[in-house]
């Protein structure tokens, strides 16, 4: 298993801008630096997003890898939930889905908790 | 002299990076409730202010992990993250490497940290600055509690942090401010991102407000995991700012969920002697 080192890639890109410019016009030298299964190289290369947060890439590392491919933030949440349905459960690390009415119907109920009397402190 | 003061706040990158999104009346309070720290801090005229953050992977990675760590530079550069992501420019702040220097020794006396001469600051550091906005002439310090990979210290060790750099603050000459940073229950980053569990985040508060040490160390890892999420993990800052503030209660200004920001959206602090 080389979870280790995807994550690795993810995290090297995120902190070092020539890492970043190198990946943009070199990619497969860079891939070749990591331990990577063959799984591994295709998720990052495509990149499939759900397939990584399956494989147990942490969120914190993930979400910024996205957004290293122009995926917006809503985007990248319903890749992940695709990847669930395409992959199954997440195999490694700790960032599980464990299920959530969603942002929309989670903010209307809210908003209705507020104008019938709500506690919030500071409201 | 003493510390002059321990709060505590949130950081998701969402506060910034997707404010356009949130609740406008929440969202609004929220950041009020956020500056008015910044003032209260501003008005105590602290010689450095430390930010206690949970960072995430901008520094620190699995290859070399510190439980606890303390920057030891003049200068600091933040944040990593894109600006298109998180709506903060970057920029240069500044540090204070000798006084530094004293407040790791000292914490080292009883907490084994790991010193860095150079630091990134993430979301962690930079949201919660945004607002603050500390004077220019105020030396930041950050801070870091491993709670993004596991194996992470026990909470009792957090609280033994908080301890340890409350009393090298104590032990030194300057005006020292503590922030800690960090969310209560959350799923960042992943599908269930904006998922919150208010009734446990209120449990936690009325603990931490009390100061009760016993209760605020008597949650598992696997409890904290099953009931708050991995993000839970980050309420060790919390801790360590209880402990620190030795035992005063806390007053929380404000706490509400905003669901697009990930978290019970939380500012708080200790008022000390
Ligand atoms: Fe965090």
Redesign the pocket.
């Known amino acids: 298993m080389s979870l280790y080192g995807v994550q690795k890639l993810i995290w090297q890109l995120n902190r070092d801008p020539r890492q970043r410019a190198r990946f943009g016009t070199e990619r497969d030298a860079v891939l070749d630096e990591y331990e990577l299964s063959v799984e591994e190289r295709a998720a990052l290369s495509k990149p499939d997003i759900g397939l990584l947060y399956v494989m147990g890439v942490n969120g914190q590392l993930l979400m910024h890898y996205a957004a290293l491919h122009n995926i917006e933030w809503l985007d990248y949440l319903q890749r992940m939930r695709d990847g669930l349905t395409a992959h199954g459960p997440v195999r490694a690390g700790v960032y599980a889905a464990t299920g959530y009415e969603g942002i929309a119907a989670h903010d209307a109920r809210l908003a209705a908790e507020r104008q019938g009397g709500g506690r919030a402190a500071g409201l | 002299m003493p510390l002059v003061y321990s709060g505590v706040c949130s950081?998701?990158p969402g506060i910034t990076g997707r404010a356009d999104r949130a609740d406008p009346v929440v969202r609004e309070a929220f950041y009020a409730a956020f500056r008015d720290m910044g003032a209260e801090i501003r008005a105590l005229r602290p010689d450095a202010l430390i930010v206690l953050a949970?960072e995430?992977f901008a520094n620190f990675f699995m290859n070399n992990m510190p439980s606890f760590a303390i920057g030891m530079a003049d200068s600091y550069d933040g944040p990593i993250e894109d600006e298109a992501f998180l709506k903060i420019p970057k920029r240069r702040w500044k540090g204070d490497a000798a006084l530094s220097r004293r407040l790791i020794e000292r914490t080292m006396e009883t907490v084994d940290v790991a010193y860095a001469e150079e630091w990134q600051f993430d979301h962690?550091i930079a949201v919660p600055l945004h607002f603050l906005r500390p004077d220019e002439s105020c030396a930041l310090i950050p801070a870091n509690i491993n709670c993004q990979g596991p194996p992470l210290a026990p909470l009792h060790r957090a609280w033994a942090f908080g301890e340890a750099l409350r009393r090298a603050a104590d032990a030194l000459p300057q005006r020292i401010a503590l922030v800690a940073t960090?969310?209560i229950s959350h799923w960042?980053a992943t599908p269930d991102s904006g998922k919150i569990a208010e009734a446990w985040d209120r449990e936690f508060m009325r603990r931490w407000a009390a100061n009760d040490r016993a209760a605020l160390l008597s949650y598992s890892d696997a409890e904290i995991y099953r009931d708050a999420g991995q993000?839970g993990f980050?309420i060790r800052t919390f801790i360590a700012a209880a402990a620190a503030a030795k035992g005063a209660r806390g007053h929380v200004a404000f706490m509400a969920p905003i669901p697009i920001f990930a978290v019970t959206c939380t500012v708080a602090s200790m008022p000390l002697g």
């Open positions: 950081h998701g949970a995430h962690g960090g969310g960042p993000g980050e």
